[in-house]
């Protein structure tokens, strides 16, 4: 009884090691302050508010933000730049505004090292007013070469936006300031899926080992 004990924790660590190996989370592309254009909110009368990008990244015009990229000990540079629209606030829900794309396309390039990631994104939210609004959204990948991340498949990206000493976006929204405007402090674009591969690996693993366990409590 004490052997098979034995062997049953054997299997069981080794399951759990086989777990921790399998699903150790890929890294995540992470956006750092941008160097270029800023996040310009205006309101145009009203409560309608859009946003545009106001930087020259030489990458779709005068419609960009840039900035640092950073993935694992790489280190390299991201850009989004708009085309179309402008996207608008819709009315917020406590201090989330829903974002209409309106036909606006922004595209994203980053590379970090060897490592590179593009898309396009669309826009959910603005979350929070304040002097530190945050924009949510789903970046569709186009290609790229980062662990966890494939191509044709969607990921979260957010990025905040610093106001500094200017106008917050409720006072935009409600009308008493005109504009408002921030550079990018901080983003992240975390892994699309897990690796096809590592899951297979991690269910062969788990049913080879379960045949063990059956085998040695019957026998």
């Given at each position: 009884m004490?052997?098979?004990l034995?062997?049953?924790s054997v299997?069981a ?9 399998t699903f150790?989370a890929p ?9 270029t254009?800023?996040?310009?909110f205006?309101?145009?009368g009203?409560n309608?508010?859009n946003?545009?990008?106001t930087?020259?990244c ?5 419609n960009?933000?840039s900035?640092?990229a ?10 989004m730049w708009?085309t179309?629209?402008p996207?608008?606030l819709g ?5 989330v505004?829903?974002v209409?794309m309106?036909?606006s396309?922004?595209n ?9 990631l593009d ?5 959910d939210?603005?979350?929070g ?5 945050t ?5 569709s990948?186009?290609s ?7 191509q ?9 936006i610093?106001l500094?000493s200017n ?8 009308g008493?300031?005109t504009?408002?405007s ?6 992240e674009v975390p892994?699309?899926?897990p690796?096809?591969?590592s899951?297979?690996?991690?269910g062969?693993?788990v049913?080879?080992?379960a045949?063990?366990v059956r085998?040695?409590l019957?026998?």
């Amino acid at each position: 009884m004490n052997r098979m004990l034995a062997q049953i924790s054997v299997v069981a660590i080794s399951i759990l090691l086989l777990a921790s190996v399998t699903f150790a989370a890929p890294q995540q592309m992470i956006l750092g302050v941008g160097t270029t254009g800023d996040v310009l909110f205006t309101n145009t009368g009203g409560n309608n508010v859009n946003f545009v990008f106001t930087g020259d990244c030489g990458e779709g015009g005068n419609n960009c933000l840039s900035g640092n990229a950073y993935y694992q000990t790489n280190v390299g540079n991201y850009s989004m730049w708009m085309t179309g629209g402008p996207p608008t606030l819709g009315a917020p829900t406590g201090n989330v505004y829903p974002v209409n794309m309106n036909g606006s396309t922004i595209n994203f390039a980053a590379t970090a090292g060897s490592f590179f990631l593009d898309g396009t994104i669309t826009l959910d939210q603005v979350a929070g007013g304040t002097h530190t609004p945050t924009f949510n959204g789903l970046l569709s990948i186009s290609s790229t070469n980062l662990p966890g991340y494939a191509q044709g498949q969607k990921s979260e990206i957010d990025f905040t936006i610093n106001l500094g000493s200017n106008g917050t976006l409720e006072q935009v929204y409600a009308g008493s300031v005109t504009t408002t405007s921030g550079y990018l402090s901080s983003g992240e674009v975390p892994p699309s899926v897990p690796e096809p591969g590592s899951i297979l690996l991690f269910g062969s693993g788990v049913l080879g080992l379960a045949g063990l366990v059956r085998r040695k409590l019957h026998f």
